[in-house]
C-alpha cells in the first residue's frame, strides 16, 4: 500500500507564500493523477489543484493564478507553490493520488492565513 506524508503547512500572513510537499513511500512513476484538496471547517472538501503523469495540471477558479502544482517522480513528491496567500485559504489540505483502481489520501497538513 502506498502511504503519503504531506508537510510544509503552517501559519502565514496574507499575502504571504508556503509550499506543500507530499512523499510517497512508493513510485509516483505509474500513478497517472495526483490532486491537492482543501477543507475548512462546516465546509465541504473541495479540489485545489491536479497534476497528470503528462503534467498537465488544472485550478480551481479560486486558486488559478496564485498556486502551482507540480510533481517530482525521482522524489516521488508532489508539491502545491502557494503565493499571494489569502485568509480564506484557510483549511486542512489534503493530497491525493489516484491511478487503475486505487486512490490514496494524505493525513493533511492545516494552512492558516491570517488577516
Known amino acids: 500500500q502506498v502511504q503519503l506524508v504531506e508537510s510544509g503547512g503552517g501559519l502565514v500572513q496574507a499575502g504571504g507564500s508556503l509550499r506543500l510537499s507530499c512523499a510517497a513511500s512508493?513510485?509516483?512513476?505509474?500513478?497517472?493523477?495526483m490532486s491537492w484538496y482543501r477543507q475548512a471547517p462546516g465546509k465541504q472538501r473541495e479540489l485545489v489543484a491536479r497534476?497528470?503523469?503528462?503534467?498537465?495540471?488544472n485550478y480551481a477558479d479560486s486558486v488559478k493564478g496564485r498556486f502551482t502544482i507540480s510533481r517530482d517522480n525521482a522524489r516521488n513528491t508532489l508539491y502545491l507553490q502557494m503565493n499571494s496567500l489569502k485568509p480564506e485559504d484557510t483549511a486542512v489540505y489534503y493530497c491525493?493520488?489516484?491511478?487503475?483502481?486505487?486512490?490514496?489520501w494524505g493525513q493533511g497538513t492545516q494552512v492558516t492565513v491570517s488577516s
Open positions: 491525493n493520488i489516484a491511478w487503475l483502481e486505487n486512490t490514496v
Open positions: 512508493g513510485s509516483i512513476f505509474s500513478i497517472n493523477l
Open positions: 497534476i497528470t503523469s503528462s503534467a498537465s495540471t
